[in-house]
């Protein structure tokens, strides 16, 4: 970073690119000097954040061998924690979410950024070129399809690590971000529910530097996980309506057999047609708790 730049930095920032961390020493130095020479070239305002997630290893040390801001936190909290972290910490205008194990190209942050000129968030789209582990392909397809039925559209890619958007848009919504891998796919479907500006932008993603911190196993206990909270979250209405209406004609079609028999309504029949209501109902409450959470506003304290 030039003097120059490091002045301006001091007073203004256009752009505040977050790096979250987790024992990435092996790639978190050479990611920090690639991004840094990517936004010099552009002659924008920025700053860098290092947000350390509790690291085992020399993270934090080879990051702040650069002009990074290092926040480091005591224990390990996750990939959404380590995010909400950064933007908290964050001044400027746009905030830049890019991982830190150098599976992103630095180049793209600038073609993410001009796209915000008439878009409220630019999300990265992994084209086929990139590169994907195969573990992974089975569970981002069941949670993509789920979020497409959420959303109402198609979504090009769900949970995307690169990503810019506007401050002032992702303070709104940070406090629904949870700590842990599943805080890009909340992003990404809230922007979306919430009627948001948002734009795909194509990248192409390399094979990251050193050991993935994703377990397979684990991760995906999580994705089930995950499709039940976007539920609740985003849309309840939407899972528990079509669920409602299908006991309610149920419990209809096998009581009217029974009513044609002459034998009243059979035991199993009511117990259709009220757990069709009692859910109809749930999902109502369900439905005003969801609004009322994503209505709540971040404190923002700039």
């Known amino acids: 970073m030039t003097s120059d730049t490091l002045a301006k930095t001091e007073h203004e920032v256009d752009i505040s690119v977050v790096l979250p961390a987790y024992n990435e020493a092996e790639a978190i130095l050479g990611t920090i000097k690639e991004v840094e020479a990517a936004i010099e070239s552009s002659h924008r305002r920025y700053e860098l954040i290092v947000v350390d997630d509790g690291s085992t290893d020399d993270t934090s040390a080879e990051a702040r061998k650069s002009s990074a801001r290092v926040i480091r936190h005591s224990r390990n909290k996750g990939y959404g924690a380590a995010l909400k972290t950064g933007t908290l910490s964050s001044r400027g205008d746009i905030i830049v979410f890019f991982d830190a194990d150098n599976q992103f190209e630095a180049q793209d942050i600038e073609r993410m950024v001009d796209e915000l000129e008439d878009a409220e968030a630019t999300l990265g789209n992994r084209t086929s070129g990139s590169y994907a582990p195969f573990s992974r392909k089975g569970g981002k397809k069941l949670l993509s399809w789920f979020a497409n039925y959420l959303a109402k ?14 401050r002032d848009v992702l303070m709104r919504y940070l406090h629904l971000l949870p700590n842990g891998f599943s805080a890009s796919t909340t992003t990404t479907l809230v922007l979306l529910k919430e009627g948001h500006e948002v734009k795909f932008v194509p990248i192409i993603v390399k094979k990251r530097i050193g050991k993935s911190t994703v377990r397979p196993l684990r991760d995906g206990m999580d994705t089930a996980l995950l499709v039940l909270r976007l ?12 669920m409602s209406i299908f006991l309610f004609v149920s419990g209809v079609g096998w009581g009217l057999r029974y009513i044609i028999m002459r034998r009243g309504l059979s035991v199993l029949a009511l117990f259709l047609l009220v757990s069709a209501v009692m859910i109809f109902f749930f999902g109502l409450l369900a439905d005003q708790v969801a609004s009322l959470r994503r209505e709540r506003r971040y404190s923002d304290k700039r």
Do not use: S, Y
Request: some cysteine.
């Open 153 to 166: 559209q198609k979504i090009p890619d769900l949970n995307c690590g690169l990503r810019a958007i506007r």
């Open 231 to 242: 539920t609740t979250l985003l849309d309840p209405f939407r899972v528990f309506g079509p």
